[in-house]
Nanobody, 127 residues
Framework: QVQLVESGGGLVQTGGSLRLSCAAS????????MGWFRQAPGKEREFVAS????????YYADSVKGRFTISRDNAKNTVYLQMNLLKPEDTAVYYC????????????????????WGQGTQVTVSS
């Protein structure tokens, strides 16, 4: 089992920044590929960013590319999502997850490829 706890969400104005953290405990974290997803009211959960176990590979949704940065600190069992230039359309509950199913290189953007999820943290961007 892996337990994930997100933090760092909140209310911010358009153009502002937030840094989300996801602390992992339980089974080994350092050899797991990780992802961030988000879900707005009435919408499906969507991919935001992902990072390979070593940190060597990162992937982003087109909607956040150039504004968000995913990183990890394996010594602290933590993955981060730095969010800059936030927009109202970024408003959602943000979830971190552990990739567990299939090839990471081809399935990093699919929620179905992730077997462990945190409880989520709310991000609200006001206009």
């Amino acid at each position: 089992q892996v337990q994930l706890v997100e933090s760092g969400g909140g209310l911010v104005q358009t153009g502002g920044s937030l840094r989300l953290s996801c602390a992992a405990s339980g089974r080994t974290f350092s050899n797991r590929d990780m992802g961030w997803f988000r879900q707005a009211p009435g919408k499906e959960r969507e991919f935001v960013a992902s990072i390979s176990w070593s940190g060597a590979n990162t992937y982003y949704a087109d909607s956040v590319k150039g504004r968000f940065t995913i990183s990890r600190d394996n010594a602290k069992n933590t993955v981060y999502l730095q969010m800059n230039l936030l927009k109202p359309e970024d408003t959602a509950v943000y979830y971190c997850a552990v990739h567990t199913v299939g090839l990471y290189s081809s399935g990093y953007a699919s929620p179905r490829a992730y077997g462990y999820w945190g409880q989520g943290t709310q991000v609200t961007v006001s206009s």
